[in-house]
């Protein structure tokens, strides 16, 4: 958890030399009050000093009372207030998670809307039920499913999923299946876009494959149909089926469309790993924040002003960190909530910071190079400095040592 690591006792007496000391800069403040059990005042800011001011400063008086009974009261907690808890934040996004911890420990029944979290919108295949099938949820469930996201929004998951569905042949219907030879089936059996269990139009083993197939396309976004497809169409134009390798390239070119509306961020949930650069409160310093299975972990700071004087490289650091075994796994209600969080920061315009994916099906794993370059723009060309100055480079490891791409 992100703690609130500055405080400051707050005396009406001496407000001047408070105001005075606190930073100007954007942060998390909680505002306590005198009283025992009365509700703290948690919000972020992009100018803690100016908050504070606005919040614990002098009512403003007002010349013309008709005009003051006019005007919306302005909320003041000069009287009631008895100190203030802050944390320096260096990114809109260190800011949301701060917030959303905060806000979880001290409101943990209104917590979701204070931030208005909505859950997040996921692709899901029940693989508990005997026919399965991929519909858009929103809540994640304890129940060994199959789950694909976050999309940006629901109706954006439902888009994909009708695209992407096309392309199989389980079922879209919401009947519960008996394998009944007198049922009449649906426009998707007639249609032949689906296997048609209903009324035993395939084997219980044919359904099967056919969704695990399903499952393979999500989990590797796409790769496992083109792959097949190339395969197949190599094969026919080997063999001079040149006819059929048309046909095979047309299919492929249709599966090919239908991933350009896959957006990035969507994976199997168990395999959403991936590392978010993001500025930090600190001059010459990186936060990185690791994503496991879709839950955010606290971050860890790459300071390059002092990483000059350490013996390893800044990628062997990274290593160590991104490669550390895996604390414990986030509960379904946390996760759905970091899922919501990430959603929000990725689909948001313009965002701020970059996110590299860990790709566990290629086995390419972390891509350090990249990473480090990024660092160098999270950081800003300001903070490259002339070699020799003794201050750490973020693309090529510590000044003087080792060079890391």
């Known amino acids: 958890m992100l703690p609130l ?4 006792e707050f005396h009406p007496a001496r407000d001047d030399e408070f105001f005075a000391a606190l930073p100007a800069r954007p942060a998390i403040c909680l505002i306590e009050p005198r009283a025992p059990g009365a509700h703290p005042y948690l919000r972020r800011t992009a100018d803690l000093r100016r908050l504070c001011r606005r919040l614990l400063g002098p009512p403003e008086a007002s010349a013309e009372p008709a005009a003051a009974e006019a005007r919306r009261p302005r909320l003041n907690l000069r009287e009631i207030a008895a100190r203030v808890r802050y944390r320096i934040t260096g990114s809109t996004f260190e800011q949301t998670l701060t917030l959303y911890q905060q806000a979880r420990d001290l409101f943990p029944r209104t917590y979701r809307e204070r931030m208005r979290l909505a859950p997040p919108a996921l692709l899901k295949i029940n693989l508990a039920n005997d026919y399965p099938r991929c519909y858009v949820a929103r809540r994640i469930g304890s129940d060994g499913a199959f789950y694909f996201g976050p999309f940006p929004s629901r109706r954006a998951a439902e888009e994909f999923s009708k695209e992407f569905l096309a392309l199989f042949k389980i079922r879209r219907c ?5 394998r009944d030879p007198e049922f009449p089936g649906c426009i998707y059996s007639e249609m032949k876009m689906c296997l048609a269990p209903c009324f035993a139009g395939c084997t219980k083993p044919e359904y099967d494959a056919e969704v695990v197939r399903v499952e393979n396309f999500l989990a590797s976004r796409g790769t496992s149909l083109t792959g097949e497809l190339e395969t197949e169409r190599d094969s026919a ?13 047309k299919k492929h070119e249709k599966v090919s469309g239908v991933l350009r509306h896959l957006p990035e961020l969507p994976r199997r949930l168990d395999q959403l790993h991936a590392v978010i650069l993001q500025p930090s409160a600190d001059e010459g310093s990186v936060a990185a924040f690791q994503v496991r299975g879709g839950a955010i972990a606290d971050p860890f700071f790459l300071n390059f002003r002092e990483l000059s004087s350490q013996p390893r490289s800044v990628e062997e650091i990274l290593r160590e960190q991104l490669e550390a075994e895996a604390g414990p796994e986030a509960t379904t209600e946390p996760l759905a909530d970091h899922l919501s969080l990430l959603a929000r920061w990725f689909y948001s315009k313009p965002r701020v910071g970059e996110m590299f994916f860990r790709e566990t099906t290629s086995g390419a794993a972390w891509p350090y190079r990249r990473i480090l370059r990024a660092c160098a723009r999270v950081l800003g060309p300001q903070t490259f400095l002339q070699p020799g100055s003794g201050t750490a480079n973020p693309a090529g490891g510590a000044s003087g040592q080792q060079k890391n791409g």
């Open 5 to 8: 690591d500055h405080a400051a």
């Open 174 to 178: 919401h009947i519960r299946i008996r």
């Open 237 to 249: 134009a080997a063999a001079e089926d040149f006819e059929r390798a048309a046909l095979v390239h």
